[in-house]
């Protein structure tokens, strides 16, 4: 690595981040069914009809993986915990199984001196809300709060920090406009009414977290850059709704009580009722922003549908899912959220990384170019500290090789490499060039 820890401030942590239905082993340990199981079970959207039933099983596998964690030199974990683990129903009867597990894992990191990030939500909604029209219906907030209560009663007396739902875009507009994740709908009155109510589930967990007690309340929202493909006012139209609805839309809910007018252009007509109202939940004040931020998109102008738009591609080098590698793209966005949002909370990157073709070679797997990738972006990560930022943190996407939703196993994002038949873990070059970089 170019950097070390002695290239930040003191108080500048490193940590790594996974997720509940990736790597734990859904199928097990009496978690109930999730929209996920259902979106895997019908052909044709998930790469082979892979799902999260075994996973990584970490479930079983804690301990061993705890301890790459604290053998990495890190000093955060960030997780998510499965709502359909806790409330099989995701409403009502709780498993104990499930809250006895998240205590093992928050008393774990503890015991090993790390600091545990939780975040409540990670996409995978219990079957029965989803029955209940999920994201759509108004009442998942309340759904939702109930199950921040029952969650944080047990752990939320031990966590450094907590989040209540990762990447709003994503649950959202990938899932509900682009079909391309659980529940796999392509309905912009879906859209709209999700997007909506995922903030207001948002509010609503705050409250809860403060009526407990708990200190230390995120959000986290994810990034892409936007480039227009021409120099010409149609193709800057374009990127800026694709940036509007993609990067600015969350943001400015919670920090600016308003959505952006380019956005509601085309979902305003589909909004629920009342939407305007809700502001004051939405924005409940938290103590910290995470952003998630991997690659930039080239947006050109088109006469279909709104949003009147399509990706082209892009001349850079790409990852293994085809994402082009921007890290100038991490530096903006922690300079427009502080600037433009924030306004002086603490900035964490929760989460950056890559997927790379990892093979697995006489016990070693040489993943130089995750390296460079890492390496790019921690530099743009110093030069915001260096600008007076107030960048508080960078955690690696992922700990280990996981479930990567609807392209299956096949992306490999980790640190750590996985064999999916032996579950065997071996660490990456890049996991041990991290932990020489972060050694105290």
Request: proline share 6%; aromatic share 12%; hydrophobic share 40%.
């Amino acid at each position: 690595m170019n950097l070390t820890r002695r290239d930040f401030p003191a108080d500048f942590l490193f940590g790594a981040a996974t997720s509940s239905y990736q790597i734990e082993g859904h199928a097990q340990g009496g978690a109930g069914k999730t929209h996920w199981d259902n979106f895997a079970a019908t052909p044709g959207n998930v790469v082979r009809a892979e799902n999260g039933d075994r996973a990584c099983d970490h479930l079983n596998r804690m301990d061993e993986d705890l301890d790459l964690l604290k053998d990495g030199n890190f000093d955060v974990y960030r997780f998510s915990t499965s709502w359909a683990r806790v409330m099989p129903e995701g409403r009502g009867a709780v498993n104990a199984e499930g809250l006895d597990f998240y205590e093992r894992l928050v008393d774990g990191l503890l015991e090993r001196g790390l600091k545990p990030a939780a975040t409540l939500y990670h996409w995978e909604l219990p079957s029965q809300l989803a029955d209940l029209g999920g994201w759509r219906n108004r009442d998942i907030a309340n759904w939702f709060a109930d199950f921040t209560e029952v969650v944080m009663s047990r752990i939320g007396d031990r966590l450094w920090s907590a989040a209540p739902i990762n990447e709003p875009w994503c649950v959202g507009w990938l899932s509900h406009f682009l079909g391309h994740h659980a529940p796999g709908m392509r309905d912009i009155r879906a859209t709209a009414r999700a997007m909506h109510h995922i903030l207001l589930a948002h509010g609503r967990s705050i409250q809860v977290m403060r009526g407990l007690g708990m200190k230390n309340l995120g959000a986290v929202f994810n990034f892409e850059y936007v480039t227009p493909a021409d120099a010409t006012p149609e193709a800057a139209e374009a990127a800026a709704l694709y940036d509007g609805y993609y990067n600015r839309f969350f943001l400015s809910g919670v920090f600016n009580r308003s959505y952006p007018e380019n956005v509601m252009k085309g979902l305003g007509p589909h909004m629920p009722n009342g939407w305007q109202d809700d502001f004051d939940t939405i924005s409940e004040p938290v103590d910290w922003v995470g952003l998630n931020y991997y690659t930039r998109k080239i947006i050109a102008p088109d006469s279909g549908p709104w949003p009147h738009h399509h990706e082209v591609p892009g001349p850079l080098p790409k990852t293994q899912v085809g994402w082009e590698i921007f890290p100038d793209g991490l530096y903006a966005f922690l300079k427009r959220t502080h600037e433009g949002y924030t306004r002086g909370l603490p900035l964490y990157v929760t989460e950056n990384g890559m997927a790379h073709a990892d093979r697995l070679v006489d016990g070693q797997v040489n993943d130089a170019a995750r390296i460079e990738y890492l390496n790019e972006h921690m530099a743009r990560v110093k030069r915001a500290c260096d600008d007076g930022i107030p960048v508080k943190g960078y955690f690696v996407w992922s700990l280990m090789d996981n479930y990567e939703w609807a392209l299956g196993y096949d992306p490999r994002f980790g640190l750590v490499h996985v064999d999916f038949d032996s579950l065997q873990r071996t660490p990456k070059a890049s996991y041990h060039a991290l932990a020489a970089a972060l050694a105290r």
